[in-house]
């Protein structure tokens, strides 16, 4: 079992690096660079975006005839771990929720023309994009089977869709939207997935669900169909495949949240690590207390939990299949470290942690939300249980 880096993607991680110290972290030194939803301004990240492009860093889980770099996904998690050491890093080089998991779709099942028209411009930075799927109760949630929006056929060759959708994110301010929607009442294969743009009549943002967090760009957004008339030419994969088409996108998209936050995580004992070397306290620095080392050898430990179990889940993809006990048991562990790593290193901190001179208290406001997208820890505890009970002690196979 060797866990080393190819020269290659050694040397690509370094760059990452070396990018988001020059040119990304310097940008959350400035709160100009900020918009009123606490995430980088638009404007500002056009400039880095181009920067990044320019050094070829751009969509990295993209093929590289498409302009990406065409990592597997060891190298994604490799390179995400590295941009996001900034919580602007993800936007910069083109790899951030939602669009991230949406061109990953795109890219496996649509069609080539489906392609040149919907995944494109997204992989270009031309244009954002949305996965609207979860509803307010008794719609679906982390069950996607209690799909209560509907797309009904028309004639030969349209859909009309009529529901509500909730918790959107990136909804205002996207473009291209992939939805997913109740065709049938068949207990299988009842969900068909669909293909949709901002100026198509029949569909509305209702409101911009306020978060306790700092938000995405577009935030997170209720919104109504009433007669949004979709073309067939529009439908992603076959109909009912819309089960399918969330597996193949969650499973991947789960992991690059965790790729993500133990970036941040790592950062976040950054920004505490120097400050115990130096403060002193009853006499000797921080450094040397037994307690304070206590926390920072958890911490420690914790992550590098996190990243080997989300390595393994990223070489598991890479077989090709799903990996589902995997990836859920990496996103249990990566969301629940984050907010206790963040937690610790406000804690070392003191009451300079607590402030906004540092980024930790965005992180802390950020880190709840781990443990709720792409399904709740709890569901994901669900998963991993049945592989248990099914699979007995085989569960701890090597292969």
């Known amino acids: 079992m060797d866990l080393s880096l190819s020269p290659e993607l050694e040397a690509l991680r370094l760059r990452v690096r070396e990018f988001v110290a020059d040119e990304v972290l310097p940008l959350e030194a400035d709160p100009a660079n900020f918009d009123a939803h606490e995430m980088i301004d638009e404007g500002v990240l056009d400039v880095v975006r181009e920067k990044a492009k320019g050094v070829g860093l751009w969509a990295p889980q993209m093929p590289e005839s498409r302009g990406g770099l065409g990592l597997n996904t060891v190298g994604m998690a490799v390179f995400y771990e590295e941009a996001a050491r900034s919580r602007f890093g993800p936007l910069a080089f083109n790899c951030s929720a939602p669009d991230d998991g949406n061109m990953f779709l795109l890219n496996r099942v649509a069609t080539e023309a489906q392609k040149d028209q ?49 918790f959107i994110t990136g909804a205002e301010g996207s473009e291209h939207f992939i939805l997913l929607a109740r065709t049938s009442d068949e207990k299988r294969h009842s969900l068909t997935t ?70 941040m995580a790592k950062r976040a004992m950054e920004e505490c690590l120097d400050y115990v070397k130096v403060r002193e306290n009853f006499g000797a620095p921080l450094a040397e207390h037994e307690g304070v080392q206590w926390m920072i050898g958890d911490a420690a ?56 001179d540092l980024p930790l208290e965005w992180m802390y406001r950020y880190a709840p939300q781990a443990k709720l997208v792409d399904g709740a820890s709890e569901v994901h505890k669900m998963v991993v249980a049945r592989h248990l009970l099914k699979d007995g002690i085989d569960f701890w196979s090597w292969i």
């Not at 799927?133 to 949630?141: D, K, L």
């Not at 293909?195 to 209702?206: A, C, E, N, T």
Request: charged share 25%.
């Open 301 to 356: 430990m914790d992550i590098e939990i996190g990243r080997l179990l989300t390595m393994k889940a990223a070489a598991k993809l890479d077989t090709g299949d799903f990996a589902q006990k995997e990836v859920s048991m990496a996103k249990i562990w990566v969301s629940e470290i984050l907010h206790k790593t963040i937690a610790t290193a406000i804690q070392l901190n003191g009451a300079r942690g607590y402030s906004k």
């Open 194 to 263: 669909f293909l949709f743009h901002k100026d198509q009549p029949g569909w509305r943002i209702i409101r911009r669900i306020p978060i306790m967090g700092p938000e995405e760009h577009g935030g997170h957004c209720e919104i109504e169909f009433d007669g949004l008339e979709i073309d067939d030419s529009n439908r992603l994969m076959e109909i009912g495949e819309g089960m399918k088409a969330v597996q193949i996108r969650l499973g991947t998209a789960r992991l690059t949240h965790c790729m993500r936050w133990l970036g």
């Open 118 to 166: 919907w995944l494109q411009p997204v992989i270009d930075g031309k244009v954002r994009s949305s996965i609207v799927m979860t509803e307010p109760a008794p719609g679906s949630g982390s069950d996607p089977t209690m799909m209560l929006t509907r797309a009904e056929p028309k004639g030969n060759n349209k859909w009309v869709v009529h529901g509500r959708k909730w």
